[in-house]
């Protein structure tokens, strides 16, 4: 009898371990947004933990209600939701973001839309105080897709968008991250490469789906602490950190982005679900946890198509990532 009970716990346990590996989704979505990859779990005090709960909570009822407004688009959802990460110094993006290794914010953000495919990014900005919204005014109120460095900032500014001094950036937990990562690299031997910090990279970034059935997505970052200047990753590139089709899926990414700029991370997860009819959970894993892992690309990403059904993946220890539905219940999770 004893050995019998101690077979159905283990079956039990080996149940449980399957369902928690099975790819998830939420149904009847109509935002979801991330907050990047983060701190690993128990680097984050209680309040911290707390703190960045609440934004991505504020972040999603913001979000929700841009939706409901009379003629509010799935655009207007990603960048009230983006705004608001911007404009929190517990992300990388907007007032958040990491420096360059010679202590500048550089930041880059993109914006689509999935009915007509229409885009704008921007890359290398330093004084527009929301760079989302730098994006959306490429794709709206010029004939390009991504403008760079001091061409967007000129840009942003002659479309009335508000323009900061580049220390409004500047906070003491990035620029601590900088120096750390400085005092490693001049203290290791020229044999030994200096310890990579453990959270390098971040990205905030959106999805959501209007009334009227259309995709859009969203993604800004300040990229990679002690990167190069000039160095862009995959947030503001079409197709590698962000791409909405009303006939596939919305994506925004984050994480290492070299390797979702090389495996074009964002329209791969978008052609698996439009061409092999994949749902949204399953592309999501196939491309974050098999092709982009097994490459050494570390990372995760967000999905939602338009029949509301929403998915994260992620090959790391946890992405901070949220949803809200046509039930105005926000959801937060932070970890597995």
């Known amino acids: 009898m004893h050995t019998i009970r101690i077979l159905l716990a283990l079956l039990m346990l080996s149940a449980t371990a399957a369902a928690e590996e099975k790819p998830w989704h939420a149904s009847d979505v109509v935002l979801g947004l991330h907050g990047g990859i983060g701190q690993p779990p ?4 209680k309040e911290e933990e707390q703190q960045i709960r609440s934004t ?3 972040a999603l009822l913001v979000g929700r209600k841009a939706l409901e407004e009379k003629s509010a688009t ?3 959802a990603v960048e009230a939701a983006i705004r608001v990460l911007e404009d929190s110094p517990r992300f ?4 958040g973001a990491v420096f360059t290794w010679e202590g500048r914010n550089e930041l880059d953000a993109s914006i689509m839309e999935g009915r007509q495919k229409r885009a704008g990014a921007v890359a290398g900005v330093t004084i527009v105080k929301n760079p989302i919204a730098a994006a959306r005014a490429v794709m709206e109120k010029s004939k390009h897709v991504m403008l760079a460095g001091r061409g967007a900032e000129v840009f942003a500014t002659d479309a009335g968008l508000e323009i900061v001094d580049p220390s409004y950036f500047w906070t003491k937990a990035r620029w601590e991250q900088l120096e750390e990562q400085r005092k490693a690299k001049s203290s290791s031997s020229s044999s030994q490469p200096a310890r990579k910090s453990k959270h390098e990279w971040g990205t905030v970034g959106a999805v959501a789906l209007d009334r009227h059935g259309n995709l859009a997505a969203g993604t800004s970052t300040g990229g990679m602490s002690g990167k190069r200047f000039g160095r862009v990753g995959d947030s503001p590139i079409i197709g590698a950190g962000t791409y909405a089709d009303n006939a596939g899926c919305a ?3 984050t994480g290492h982005g070299e390797y979702f700029i090389r495996f ?3 329209h791969e997860i978008n052609a698996l679900m439009k061409y092999q009819h994949l749902p949204v959970e399953a592309a999501a894993e196939q491309v974050i946890n098999q092709t982009l892992k097994k490459a050494g690309g570390s990372g995760g990403a967000i999905v939602l198509d338009a029949r509301g059904s929403f998915s994260a993946a992620f090959n790391t220890e946890g ?3 949220g949803w809200i539905g046509r039930d105005g219940e926000p959801q937060v999770r932070l970890y597995q």
């Open 92 to 95: 990388n993006a907007g007032k």
């Open 56 to 58: 991505l909570e504020e």
């Open 251 to 253: 994506v925004s990414c």
């Open 264 to 266: 074009s991370v964002a």
């Open 74 to 76: 799935s655009l207007d």
């Open 319 to 321: 992405l901070y990532r």
């Open 42 to 45: 128990g680097e984050l005090s």
